[in-house]
């Protein structure tokens, strides 16, 4: 799509206030329908949020973190300007009621002043985005995320206008995460499909001595159209080589035509 002046929005480690350091999860209990939620921070979310975005040039890519990652910030974005956006902090799945399922953003101090993007809100956002990670750890089922919520959680940017979505099928270890997308990103920039950028990165933890288990790459996914190449080799160098080759052809073909000429000469 024409139009997008930046690369990234990176979302992530956003703080929890007294919520965090009081564990008062269970407050939440009446307004989502899963088990007592514990708000404790990802050590590795910011580290994670600046390893990515260093890849990117300053004026292409814009950092939501800590009192900034708030669901106030995100949504007065411009989100249509950016090709990819990044979020890495908690989700909560709601199984019973899917509508409610969230990406947990800065909360305040009154739980009931939201900080929740719900599944029902995302579809009202407008996106024009090449891909929407979720790296969030999700605490409120168990080992696996199940159901209706986490496939609304996808179908939700889908219709905000995101053309793909890369999310985990269960929580991992976010010093995994951290590492796994990092390298996942560079791929990118250096021209990978989302496809084959997140096939690369899970040889590359294959290879690994300790990140080589499944549970640290296998539930990456990718819903939506895998096959694109977000930052294609740059149009000046292909058309310089182009260029080159043209001009290369043309000596070639007027060095043949001489030839003939030289080899009569006494």
Partial sequence: PMGRGMDLLAIGDPSFGSLEK??????????FSTTAFNFY????????????????????????????????????????????????????????????????????ENPDEDGFLQMREIYYLKLNSDLVTLSACQTGLGQYIRGEGIEGLNR???NAGSSSVLMSLWAVNDQATCQLMERFYTHLCESESIMNGLRKVKLE??????LSHPYYWAGFIISGNAGQVIFPKSTNALQILGFSLLIGGLLIFVAVKKLPFLARKP
């Fill in 22 to 31: 009081e564990n008062k999860g269970d407050i939440f209990q009446e307004f």
């Fill in 41 to 108: 921070g990802l050590k590795y979310s910011g580290t994670e949020i600046k390893k990515i975005s260093a890849l990117f040039k300053n004026k292409k890519r814009n950092i939501l973190l800590k009192e900034n990652a708030s669901e106030e910030n995100v949504k007065s974005h411009h989100l249509e300007d950016y090709k990819i956006i990044h979020f890495a902090t908690h989700s909560i799945i709601d199984e019973k009621r899917p509508a409610r399922s969230s990406i947990v953003l800065k909360l305040d």
């Fill in 156 to 158: 939700a940017f889908f």
């Fill in 205 to 210: 933890m294959i290879d690994s001595n300790v």
